[in-house]
């Protein structure tokens, strides 16, 4: 089991093995994008550091349900031929659906095939990646804890800073230059 999240945050991570984490034992990178890694379903991390803190990050992760972001509802579409779909609602047109699965396969349904569309209370995104860490590193020779992976992987998010723009400094004895912050 777990720590409580106040001891989580408490936690140093390793960045690197955390973009390994991201990639792969993760399975993060099969919906979410970190600069050029990674798919387009679910919300882009490429700023995530700067906008959510370590504790939120944390609970975005292991209940990916308490707080989903908008434009990323889950919704269940069910036909009048009996086949189900499930997963966003990227467009929405006079005549059809169109949604986005978590293999980022974009359905299109037209309406009059459709029974009944239900906006979901859970996120396309599953709970439990602790579990899927466990079962991954279990089978492999990393011999990382679950919860290493997990403080490892939060570590490289804090990491994903929005860019600072080019800003203006000036002084009395000075011109204006343009100068790049980065962190």
């Known amino acids: 089991a777990l720590p409580p999240l106040k001891e989580l945050v408490k936690l140093s991570g390793d960045a690197k093995r955390g973009a390994e984490v991201f990639r792969t034992t993760g399975t993060c990178a099969k919906c979410h994008q970190v600069g050029a890694i990674g798919k387009s379903v679910g ?9 959510l803190s370590k504790e939120a990050i944390y609970v975005s ?31 929405e047109l006079e ?21 009944s569309v239900q906006q979901l209370p859970v996120s396309l995104m599953p709970a439990g990646i602790e579990r899927v860490l466990t079962r991954k590193q279990l089978r492999s020779e990393e011999h990382t804890s679950e919860l290493q992976s997990l403080v490892n992987l939060v570590c490289r998010l804090l990491l994903e800073k929005k860019k600072q723009k080019p800003h203006t400094q000036s002084s009395p004895n000075t011109t204006s230059t343009s100068s790049y912050r980065t962190e």
């Open 43 to 51: 919300p882009q991390l490429s700023e995530i550091g700067s906008k």
């Open 61 to 91: 992760i292991l209940d990916p349900s308490a707080g989903i972001s908008h434009g990323y509802e889950n919704y269940v579409v069910e036909l009048k031929d009996g086949r189900v779909f499930n997963g966003l609602m990227v467009n």
């Open 95 to 115: 005549g059809s659906i169109t949604l986005q699965t978590a293999e980022a396969i974009e359905v299109n349904v037209p309406k009059e095939e459709i029974e």
